[in-house]
C-alpha cells in the first residue's frame, strides 16, 4: 500500500499564489500500528541501541503531574521512544534538504522523549541522537519498560504505541490559524492571526 497526502495544495496554491514563496519541505510519516523491530523505521517501536548504552532517564524536578507537587517521582523517569527513522527509508525525492542532512556520516535518527508534562511547556522533554547503524554492535532485544505512564496519571498517553512508517515526503506551509475562520471578522484584527505569514495573506486564506 502507498500512503500519499491528497493534492490539496495544488488548490491551495492556485487561489494564493503567494504560498509558494513560503512552501518547504517535510516529511510525512504515515505511522500505522505494527510490529516493527529495531532494523525498521518505526514511531513507538523497539529502537536500535548498544546493550553497553545506558537508556536515557529524565531527572528533572518539573514535571507537572506529581501528587505532592515536588516535581519529582522519586527516581529518574524512563525515557519513552518516539521515533527511529533510517536514512535508507528516506524517500526519493526533494530530500535530503537542508536541515535534513544526517549529520558526520550518520544514518539513523532516534528520538526520546520523557512521557509526561513539565512545567513551562506542558510536554515532554526530548532527547534526539543521531548514530550510523554500523557502529552500534550488540543492541538491545526490546526497549526497558517504563516506570511513570502520563495515562495512569491522569493525562493524554504519551507513550506512542509501536507503529511502521511510511515516510513520503510533502509540500508544507507555515501554519495558518487555529481558530475558525468565523472568529477572524476581517477587520484587521492580528492578534487572531499566528503570525508565520504576512496578516493579508494569513487573513485571506482563513477566507
Ligand atoms: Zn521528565
Known amino acids: 500500500m502507498v500512503d500519499t497526502t491528497p493534492p490539496g495544495r495544488a488548490l491551495l496554491l492556485a487561489q494564493f499564489p503567494e504560498l509558494a514563496d513560503y512552501a518547504r519541505p517535510s516529511l510525512r510519516l504515515h505511522p500505522r500500528r505494527g510490529h516493527p523491530t529495531t532494523g525498521e523505521s518505526s514511531v513507538g517501536?523497539?529502537?536500535?541501541?548498544?546493550?553497553?548504552?545506558?537508556?536515557?532517564?529524565?531527572?528533572?524536578?518539573?514535571?507537572?503531574?506529581?501528587?505532592?507537587?515536588?516535581g519529582s517521582f522519586?527516581?529518574?523517569?524512563?525515557?519513552?521512544?518516539?521515533?527511529?527513522?533510517?536514512?535508507?527509508?528516506?524517500?526519493?525525492?526533494?530530500?535530503p534538504a537542508p536541515g535534513w542532512a544526517f549529520p558526520n556520516g550518520t544514518d539513523l535518527l532516534q528520538v526520546l522523549w520523557c512521557p509526561t508534562p513539565h512545567?513551562?511547556?506542558?510536554?515532554?522533554?526530548?532527547?534526539?541522537?543521531?548514530?550510523?547503524?554500523?557502529?552500534?554492535?550488540?543492541?538491545?532485544?526490546?526497549?526497558?519498560?517504563?516506570?511513570?505512564?502520563?495515562?495512569?496519571?491522569?493525562?493524554?498517553?504519551?507513550?506512542p504505541r509501536p507503529c511502521l512508517i511510511r515516510p513520503e515526503t510533502v509540500v508544507d506551509f507555515p501554519p495558518i490559524a487555529c481558530l475558525h475562520p468565523g472568529q477572524v471578522d476581517g477587520s484587521g484584527d492580528s492578534g487572531l492571526l499566528l503570525g508565520k505569514l504576512p496578516?493579508?495573506?494569513?487573513?485571506?486564506?482563513?477566507?
Request: proline content about 9%.
Open 199 to 207: 496578516a493579508h495573506l494569513e487573513r485571506a486564506c482563513l477566507g
Open 74 to 95: 522519586g527516581e529518574p523517569v524512563v525515557m519513552a521512544c518516539v521515533l527511529q527513522l533510517y536514512r535508507r527509508d528516506l524517500p526519493a525525492g526533494i530530500l
Open 45 to 70: 517501536g523497539p529502537l536500535l541501541w548498544p546493550v553497553d548504552e545506558p537508556w536515557p532517564t529524565c531527572d528533572r524536578d518539573d514535571h507537572e503531574l506529581v501528587a505532592d507537587g515536588s
Open 119 to 159: 512545567e513551562g511547556t506542558y510536554g515532554p522533554c526530548i532527547r534526539v541522537l543521531w548514530r550510523a547503524e554500523a557502529q552500534v554492535g550488540t543492541a538491545l532485544t526490546a526497549n526497558p519498560p517504563l516506570n511513570v505512564s502520563s495515562e495512569d496519571l491522569g493525562f493524554d498517553n504519551l507513550a
